[in-house]
Nanobody, 124 residues
Framework: QVTLVESGGGLVQSGGSLTLSCISSDRSFYNVGMGWFRQGPGKEREFVAAITYSGGSASYAESVEGRFTISRNNAKNSLYLQMNSLKPEDTAVYYC?????????????????WGQGTQVTVSS
């Protein structure tokens, strides 16, 4: 069983920045793809960003492309999401997710483990 713990959420003004972190208990973290998803009020959970096991390749949702950056530090079993130019529509609970494969995926069904989520609220 893998445990994922997110942190870094909070309240920020429109145009501001936040960095989310996720720490994994998986001793094979360095070998699996990771992703960030979010669920806004009254909305379905949606893909935000994903990264391969090495960090060599990343994918982004069109809505965050150019504003968000996903990265990882395998030595620290950590995943990050740098969020810039935040908008009110970015308000959501953000979830860290882990695959059991080295590749990344934009589909929630491709992830085996999920964190509890961290709230991000962007005020206008």
């Amino acid at each position: 069983q893998v445990t994922l713990v997110e942190s870094g959420g909070g309240l920020v003004q429109s145009g501001g920045s936040l960095t989310l972190s996720c720490i994994s208990s998986d001793r094979s973290f360095y070998n699996v793809g990771m992703g960030w998803f979010r669920q806004g009020p009254g909305k379905e959970r949606e893909f935000v960003a994903a990264i391969t096991y090495s960090g060599g390749s990343a994918s982004y949702a069109e809505s965050v492309e150019g504003r968000f950056t996903i990265s990882r530090n395998n030595a620290k079993n950590s995943l990050y999401l740098q969020m810039n130019s935040l908008k009110p529509e970015d308000t959501a609970v953000y979830y860290c997710a882990a695959r059991t494969h080295s590749t990344s995926s934009i589909h929630a069904s491709g992830y085996a483990y999920w964190g509890q989520g961290t709230q991000v609220t962007v005020s206008s």
